[in-house]
Antibody, heavy 122, light 107 residues
Framework: QVQLVESGGGVVQPERSLRLSCAAAGFTFSRYPMHWVRQAPGKGLEWVAVISYDGSNKHYADSVKGRFAISRDNSKNTLYLRMNSLRVEDTAIYYC???????????????WGQGTLVTVSS | DIQMTQSPSSLSASVGDRVTITCRASQSIGNYLNWYQQKPGKAPKLLIYAASSLQSGVPSRFSGSGSGTDFTLTISSLQPEDFATYYCQQSNSHPPTFGQGTKVDIK
């Protein structure tokens, strides 16, 4: 079955950087677009970024554009999120999620990891 | 960006009740509407995609309807394991956006 396991979260000071990872198993990772979605404590869901199956196309939420970078290593079945210039308002659980559709993204998310908590605080 | 508005924000219901949650988009999204269930401390789970298609493994008491701007999630007979927060999400255009959530708790 599909498994997505995030790691790399923690406590970080404002303006510092952090890299999240998402290890995938149970499906052909290289054929699916992948997403990051976050959830601030006690709040709703916010889509963050998507990357195409081959890494050639990426899209970001305006709130993270220019600060975050999504990438993937299909040889390692791993998705990444590099977060730079972190702000207090970036504090959230970060989930990686698989797109429902092979190839081109549908933005429907059919499998989710358990999430990793990022806390930005001085 | 397309805004998604759910109502109500919360509701109290009893086991066996029929529950309906609505979701409205700020512009037409065709049938590009998905529903997720999230239990406390857990990741969201896809329930319904393309407005009315039941995700594999999801009980048939869940159903979705609607198109354009107005959508509905219905739970025909609420079960104890259904107490959770439900989110709608549009996948018609970037960025994908979620409703604010509807919390279903025990009356």
């Amino acid at each position: 079955q599909v498994q997505l396991v995030e790691s790399g979260g923690g406590v970080v000071q404002p303006e510092r950087s952090l890299r999240l990872s998402c290890a995938a198993a149970g499906f052909t990772f290289s054929r699916y677009p992948m997403h990051w979605v976050r959830q601030a404590p006690g709040k709703g869901l916010e889509w963050v970024a998507v990357i195409s199956y081959d890494g050639s196309n990426k899209h970001y939420a305006d709130s993270v554009k220019g600060r975050f970078a999504i990438s993937r290593d299909n040889s390692k079945n791993t998705l990444y999120l590099r977060m730079n210039s972190l702000r207090v308002e970036d504090t959230a659980i970060y989930y990686c999620a698989r797109d429902q559709r092979l190839g081109y993204s549908s933005s429907c998310l059919d499998s989710w990891g358990q999430g990793t908590l990022v806390t930005v605080s001085s | 960006d397309i805004q998604m508005t759910q109502s109500p924000s919360s509701l109290s219901a009893s086991v066996g009740d029929r529950v309906t949650i609505t979701c409205r988009a700020s512009q037409s999204i065709g049938n590009y509407l998905n529903w997720y269930q999230q239990k406390p401390g857990k990741a969201p789970k896809l329930l319904i995609y393309a407005a009315s298609s039941l995700q594999s493994g999801v009980p048939s008491r869940f159903s979705g309807s609607g198109s354009g701007t107005d959508f509905t999630l219905t739970i025909s007979s609420l079960q104890p394991e259904d107490f959770a927060t439900y989110y709608c999400q549009q996948s018609n255009s970037h960025p994908p956006t979620f409703g604010q959530g509807t919390k279903v708790d025990i009356k």
